[in-house]
């Protein structure tokens, strides 16, 4: 992973303390790196193993372009004495790693809120981020660096200046959580959801619902965790944990946080909001769609447990952006695009098709909904993806093309529900991006609206810059 960050906060002796090792070379550090190629004088280099690469095989290239101190499971035989004495070994570097970003986040000590969940994590985060921003020094998980590598890096990139710090946990099996946690030691914890994603790996709902709440182990005692008060699995926790606990709901009389009264306008969400016994009106958010009311709803309480006032946190909130290829709205010749390729499972892809239904209905347009792979849903595939064909014809959306293999089984589902076969187009092929996007073009009439929506690994995105091509050289009648 080629990622760098300068820092000067560790001398070689405290990176030894910190790992327990009894090695001291007595050198400064001045810049943490993961890639042997970006080593250079006074650096600490942390070699880990990737899929394709194993950093430990990069030593020697690290110590001769300068690195004061490798992080290492294994010692080069082909070292010299004073270049051996630069070199840690330990049993895990990953865990390593670990453990020196926690001990950077320690000296910074901000205030710690991690999100994860099946659903929302990343626009929860990103919520989160810009109500805290309003008022305090703000640090965010970047892109999805939400793993075993992408935390610490994260944790390596916040500023000595950040007083509060947002950080998403990943995971596809079970434990990855519980090392995450034990790294950032968070005050605040938000579950947004427990859907299917990874159930492939984990078996059931009941076991990521598990996985999920390992994120209360880092946490103290005194720590508060933000539940979904409308996901049945969440809502028991309540009385069982031994932290503080607030539910976030859209429908459950007993939540804490309440939205109702929801308003969708073309580009932006209004509803009220029962907070605390109390009603906060008018709260404004710049997107559609019900999930961001959850999303936004969790940052609302979070702003809160931070000390902020309502002013502060509606001014946070009509501030968000979403990031990357994330329900991204836009025109494009004539059409409007909703570009939400960067994952999908089945609680994700429903709500986009609300988004384009409710789009086409306000806009009195055909909806083109084109539904790629949903991936990691292991023996439950052939049902999930069939429960979108489903709600593809309940919805009434008036153009589906598949995209995969997987997603055969969502025109499937649509076909068994009246759902005209004439009104479907299949492509089981990823690597042919271009012949879906002809058969869109085909399809297209201005002011369409045209949802994408896939797992990240089938390259969606493929299919739209495939497809503005056509747009850009033929346009659209």
């Known amino acids: 992973m080629s990622i760098k960050y300068k820092k000067e906060i560790f001398t070689a002796g405290e990176i030894a303390q910190i790992l327990g090792v009894d090695k001291n070379c007595g050198t400064g550090i001045s810049c943490i790196t993961t890639d042997s190629r970006e080593t250079e004088s006074g650096a600490l280099f942390v070699a880990l193993k990737g899929e394709r690469f194993d950093g430990n095989d990069y030593i020697p290239q690290a110590i001769a372009r300068g690195a004061s101190v490798v992080v290492a499971e294994r010692m080069p035989s082909e ?14 570097s990953v865990v390593a790693f670990g453990k020196i970003a926690k001990a950077y986040k320690s000296r910074i000590n901000p205030r710690t809120i991690a999100v994860t969940g099946s659903v929302g994590k990343t626009t929860t985060k990103e919520f989160i981020y810009a109500v805290s921003g309003a008022r305090f020094v703000t640090h965010k998980t970047e892109g999805n660096f939400n793993n075993e590598i992408g935390l610490p890096l994260s944790i390596f990139k916040m500023p000595e200046s950040a007083q509060v710090s947002v950080l998403e946990m990943g995971m596809s099996q079970a434990g990855e959580i519980h090392h995450l ?33 390992e994120i209360i182990d880092g946490m103290p005692d005194d720590g508060w ?144 909904a084109v539904l790629g792979d949903m ?60 012949a879906s996007a002809h058969a869109i073009y085909k399809l297209l ?9 896939a797992s990240r690994a089938v390259r969606l995105e493929r299919v739209i810059d495939e497809l503005k091509k056509l747009i850009d050289a033929k346009g659209i009648e």
Request: some cysteine; overall charge negative; glycine content about 6%.
């Open 375 to 434: 991936r990691e849903l292991g023996d439950y595939s052939k049902q999930l993806h069939m429960e979108i064909g489903t709600m593809v014809a309940s919805r009434h959306i008036s153009q589906l093309l598949t995209y995969g293999r997987e997603a055969e089984n969502i025109a499937l589902g649509a076909i068994n529900h009246a759902f005209k076969p004439d009104n479907i187009s299949i492509n089981t092929s990823v690597e042919n991006p271009a």
């Open 79 to 92: 070292l010299t004495d004073d270049e051996q004495k630069r070199v840690y070994v330990v049993d895990n």
């Open 225 to 368: 965790v933000i539940l979904n008060a409308d996901e049945p699995m969440l809502f028991a926790q309540k009385g069982k944990l031994k932290q503080n606990l607030l539910f976030v709901s859209l429908s459950n009389p007993q939540a804490d946080y309440r939205a109702l009264n929801i308003r969708e306008y073309e580009d932006s969400t209004e509803f009220d909001l029962v907070a605390k016994k109390r009603v906060v009106t008018n709260v404004r958010i710049p997107t559609i769609g019900r999930h961001n009311v959850y999303d936004a709803t969790y940052a609302f309480a979070v702003g809160e447990l931070l000390g902020m006032s309502d002013e502060e946190i509606k001014r946070g909130l009509i501030s968000f952006r979403n990031t990357g290829m994330r329900q991204n709205i836009y025109e494009y010749g004539g059409i409007t695009l909703i570009e939400d390729c960067y994952n999908a499972g089945p609680e994700s892809m429903k709500a986009a098709i609300d988004v384009l239904a409710k789009l086409a209905d306000k806009n009195n347009c055909q909806s083109i």
């Open 181 to 213: 946690t034990t790294i950032a030691n968070p005050d605040i914890a938000v579950i947004t959801n427990i859907g299917n994603s990874h159930i492939e790996n984990l078996g059931s709902r009941e076991n990521i619902c598990k996985a999920k709440l």
């Open 445 to 453: 009439n201005r002011g369409d609206a045209v949802l994408f929506k």
